[in-house]
């Protein structure tokens, strides 16, 4: 994608819509829309086709987990971003298991919110592994799910070694010191990782990590 990314806001308080879309107007990205429900976000994604959606988690009608799996669906090239508050919404696991890119706090600060819209945008997650991986931790303990059976089959040995280590919260710099490999090639690794396995991006990698089984959450 060229330029900066379009931008649809949903949240049932136009307070902070309103905030949102003066704090990225200000730093010259578009706002497509609003919406102050999930069904309003659906339908607002299918007509201006944003390139990101910052999705509150709670909304009457359709809340954000629900909106997100339609909008991914029908738009698998739009990035989502749930908005949260500081106690760590319960529904971020599944949140990110549905598809999301990653999540912002709503007491965000102007330049972050900024740079994690435009990090979101190149295809990129929002989380640092590490921050992504103790998340999946706590709710995959909570929900407890049998492993997955995902054919992994068309991943090499090494690239099944990067994925596990991937699960386990590691940057690439991390992965290429463990590895004993250059980070260009972390990154090549990684990239045929997210291409064989139909990944969006490294918080769906820490996910399906975890819901395969390579990775099993920390003792509670």
Known sequence: MTGDPRVLIVDDQALVRTGFRMILNARGIEVAGEAADGVEAVSAAE????????MDIRMPNLDGLAATRQILARHPGCRVIMLTTFDLDRY??????????GFLLKDVTPEHLANAVRLVSTGDALLAPSITR?????????AAPPPLHRDLTPLTPRELEVLTL?????????????????EATVKTHVARIFTKLDLRDRAQAVVLAYETGLVRPAAQ
């Not at 007509?47 to 910052?54: C, E, G, T």
């Open 134 to 142: 103790r998340l999946v931790e706590r709710f995959a303990a909570e």
């Open 47 to 54: 007509r201006l086709r944003p390139d990101v959606v910052l």
């Open 92 to 101: 971020v696991y599944a949140a990110l298991a549905a598809g999301a890119s």
């Open 166 to 182: 991937l699960g386990h919260g590691r940057s690439n710099a991390e992965l290429a010191a463990d590895l004993g490999l250059s």
